[in-house]
């Protein structure tokens, strides 16, 4: 098979993403009658394409609040989207910097549970339990409830629960942003392994720098639409020089 | 097909899909671009978060079923640890409010009250406190875990199922202290005892039915896990729990009526097989105990399952 034929490993076409909130900080239900009027639509996706080819390393840049990390949800197929759709050829995995797992519980329980999710068996969680807590590196903290984790702890311990398992597909919301310098060296050493296993990786950072260093390419997103996409150098100097007008 | 230039695989773009069609009441049908559609399936891509046909989504679920199990084996473990009493709790709330409803409604019903009033009582609190706990736990068990719901991919209807099976596990130890204070208040074990059993068996059924409705409904209309307590709170009102119904009304209409509510009926069977002095359940009550216990997980499955692809969306 000639090079030339390249795979395509996620297709995004044309996505769009609304969803409702409750807008500003007054309380809906006190507007009784009218309090339809307290839901603002958010419009996060403004109709959103690429395509994704096999061992491509894609970074994602915008501002925030453009749709980054929206995107990167509905990629791993757990926002819907409300026009379009994503194809990939496996389940994507997605590491983001959000809350615990389950905040009451502690970090070994948590580890455990994490890796359930992920679809290991009772076994496999078991005997990717010493890699985790190692790779985690709070072994020590690990008996308290994950709600006395600081924001960093926990990410730390979501990141490395993922890193237990092999992906094709691997989404990175700021992940390497969290963490101390240690941390974020052991992770980039690993997300480097991870790609060379197979994968594909989406990194969504505001580090113009891990942009740079670990991708091949880089979209950049800007109020919800796909604004620039190509060699990363291209792309972040045109990001920049926006942002410098500013 | 191979006949095509390379490198010359269609950008997917372009074409404009319809718009999204609005839910349908029981699923949501998805419109997609023929260009990528056909490219993705060219390269064997599927789409994601889509929701897999019935048997296979079960079967995924069957597959985690660790996942569940551990999740509400570490809920029921955690629920109670910011207290004192911790896990105690779960058997003294019930009692505690088997006490104040026995007070009250012991002095206000005055000699209209049942026989053997405080078994009685116990064996309505415990019963109905199984239900209530699933139905509200059952649909909180989406929009509660959140955090879940949008960093892992698992069949979601794990998170309703692990909210029952979370009430299993706390439905034992209750149930024990239930037969030591029956025993306490002399009301003897006879065979008829076990086949509480089965009853639990069949509750829970029911139980897992009405929690994959609201786990949906919840999700739809966030207010309505503001507004599960009341309908929880007139169920038990309406459940035979302080009252019989014989001693309420002679209509037989509205008897029926009552007893088309299951958990009445169940409430009515565990009275029947527990204590002494009452009427085994007539056809009515059987039928319509077995009915909704067989009917709602079916109609729950169907209806949680239509929606999957709706769980993770971030309002």
């Known amino acids: 098979m000639s090079s030339s034929e390249r795979r395509p490993v996620v297709i995004v076409d044309d ?37 994704v080819y096999e061992g491509e390393n894609i970074g994602v840049i915008g501002h925030n609040g453009s749709g980054k990390s929206t995107l990167l949800r509905t990629v791993a197929g757990f926002t819907p989207a409300s026009e379009g759709a994503v194809y990939a050829t496996s389940q994507p995995s997605l590491l983001g910097v959000g809350s615990a797992l389950l905040p009451r519980l502690d970090g070994h329980k948590n580890i455990n549970l994490g890796a359930l999710a992920l679809g290991m068996t009772p076994a496999e969680a078991e005997a990717s339990y010493d890699y985790i807590a190692e790779f985690s590196g709070l072994k020590e903290h690990l008996s308290y409830p994950m709600r006395t984790y600081s924001s960093g ?28 310098k240690a941390f974020r060296d052991r992770s980039e050493k690993r997300i ?55 | 097909m191979l006949g095509s230039a390379p490198g010359a695989v269609p950008d997917a773009t372009r074409a404009r899909p319809e718009r999204f069609p609005r839910p349908a009441l029981l699923g949501f049908r998805h419109v997609t671009n023929s260009a990528a559609a056909e490219m993705a399936k060219k390269y064997g891509l ?23 199990i551990t999740l509400s084996r570490y809920t029921v473990e955690a629920g109670d640890s910011d207290s004192r009493l911790g896990s105690l709790w ?19 019903l005055g000699p209209d009250r049942p026989h053997n009033f405080v078994p009685h009582l116990l064996v309505g609190v415990t019963t109905f406190e199984f239900f209530a706990k699933c139905f509200d736990q059952g649909a909180k068990s989406i929009t509660g875990n959140q955090s ?37 208040f002399q009301q003897w074990p006879s065979w008829n005892w076990l086949l509480v059993i089965p009853m639990l068996g069949l509750m829970t059924l029911l139980n897992t039915g009405l929690a994959l409705i ?14 599960i307590p009341f309908i929880n709170r007139l169920l038990f009102y309406g459940s035979g729990i302080f009252f019989t119904l014989q001693s309420v009304t002679k209509n037989q209409t509205l008897i029926h009526l009552f007893q088309i509510n299951p958990v009445y009926d169940f409430v009515e069977a565990m009275h029947s097989f527990l204590l002494p002095g009452y009427e085994p359940l007539t056809q009515w009550e059987w039928t319509a105990l077995i009915g ?6 079916v109609i729950g499955l169907l209806f949680f399952w239509s929606a999957e692809e709706r769980y993770g969306r971030v309002e």
């Open chain 1, 15 to 51: 996505v769009h993403v609304r969803y409702k909130v409750y807008a500003t900080g007054r309380r809906v239900g006190r507007r009784v009658g009218r309090f339809e009027r307290g839901i603002k639509e958010v419009h996060a996706l403004r109709g959103v394409s690429f395509t």
């Open chain 1, 153 to 180: 702890m926990s990410a730390r311990l979501k990141f490395s629960i993922a890193m237990a398992k092999a992906h094709q597909i691997l989404l990175v919301d700021e992940a390497l942003a969290v963490g101390d």
């Open chain 1, 192 to 246: 480097r392994e991870l790609r060379e296993e197979a994968g594909t990786t989406f990194l969504v950072s505001h580090s113009m720098q891990s942009i740079l260093d670990t991708c091949d390419r880089a979209i950049w997103i800007d109020h919800g639409e796909l604004r620039l996409d190509g060699d990363p150098q291209t792309v972040v100097d045109a990001y920049e020089a926006s942002t410098a007008d500013l």
């Open chain 2, 46 to 68: 599927s789409r994601m978060g889509a929701r897999p046909p019935l048997g296979r989504y079960l079967a995924e679920a069957w597959r985690r079923r660790y996942f569940a």
């Open chain 2, 90 to 108: 779960v058997i003294v709330r019930p009692f505690l409010s088997a006490v104040i409803y026995g007070l009250l409604f012991g002095v206000i």
């Open chain 2, 148 to 184: 879940l719901v949008t960093s892992l991919a698992f069949p979601r209807i794990l998170l309703p199922i692990s909210a029952v099976l979370r009430n299993i596990f706390e439905l034992w130890p209750m149930w024990v202290v239930l037969v030591l204070a029956l025993l306490a």
């Open chain 2, 214 to 227: 609201s786990a949906r409904l919840t999700v739809h209309f966030r207010d309505l896990s503001q507004i």
């Open chain 2, 292 to 297: 909704w216990s067989v009917l709602l997980p």
